[in-house]
Structures are given as C-alpha cells and as structure tokens.
C-alpha cells in the first residue's frame, strides 16, 4: 500500500478514479484543480505539510501529483485539514461532507456554492481514495 500523499499515492488514485464508473458519472460536469493538503503532525510521522494536486476534468483525473505551498495559487479548490483528519477520511471513519460540516476538513480556497452540485463528487474522490489503501508514516494508538 502506498504511502500518504507520495507520489505513488497521487497515481494510484488517479488511475483508480479514471476506473471508476460511478466517479465518472457524478463529475462528469465538474472541471478544475484540486489541491489536498495535510497537515504536519509529528504523532503521524508528519514533519512537515504534505500536499497533493488533482487535475480533475468531467469525470477524469487528467493528472494527480505531490505538490507543494507553491501550488496553492493555481489550485481552484485548496482542501486542508489535520493528519488525524485524513486518517479518519482515508479508514472511512468519517466523509467529507461531516467532516466540512464540522470544521475539520476546510475549504481554504474556492467557492463553497460552486461546489454544491458536486457532493456526491466530492464523496466519490474520498470513497475512492479509501479503495487503493493507503499507509501513514506512523499511526497513533488511538487516533
């Protein structure tokens, strides 16, 4: 299983949502850049923030890749939240519509209102994400 937001990861997972039928149809209008960012938690192996670039276009990843603080500026939709949060996404504790809702996943750039007709997305890139396994650096005994 690859590990977080590595390279291998960003690829894995934009193969795997290029396999998925039901991704395809519930973004087949969506169209823009998504940057995930996580962020540093020495308790996950975590020095430093890791960031992933998705270039998603009507139901396809053209092209998913690590990326950095740089990227920020030409994402159109910025996604952050804290390592522990990611874990609970990626293990399918939580969606990512529960966790905007609460706070703990936050859209740090681009129009919520835009992003409406795109929940089911949204929790398809998620839900997809959780299907190619993924590891941490290290994992908290109760995270």
């Not at 092209?63 to 994402?75: I, K, L, N, T």
């Not at 890139?125 to 396994?133: C, K, N, P, S």
Request: proline share 8%; hydrophobic share 45%; charged share 20%.
């Amino acid at each position: 299983m690859p590990e977080i937001f590595t390279p291998e990861w960003a690829e894995r997972w934009c193969q795997a949502l290029n396999a998925d039928a039901t991704y395809a149809r519930v973004a087949r209008t969506w169209e823009g850049s998504l940057l995930l960012v996580m962020e540093a938690d020495p308790d996950y192996g975590l020095e430093t923030p890791r960031y992933v670039l998705a270039d998603l276009w009507h139901g396809r990843c053209r092209q998913a890749r690590v990326a950095g603080p740089e990227d920020v500026e030409a994402a159109d939709y910025v996604l952050q939240a804290p390592a522990a949060v990611w874990y609970r996404l990626l293990t399918g504790d939580v969606g990512p519509i529960p966790a905007l809702v609460r706070g703990q996943l936050r859209l740090v750039k681009g129009n919520l209102m835009a992003l409406l007709p795109y929940v089911r997305a949204a929790q398809r890139l998620v839900e997809v994400a959780t299907q190619i396994g993924t590891t941490f650096p290290k994992t908290p005994e109760h995270p």
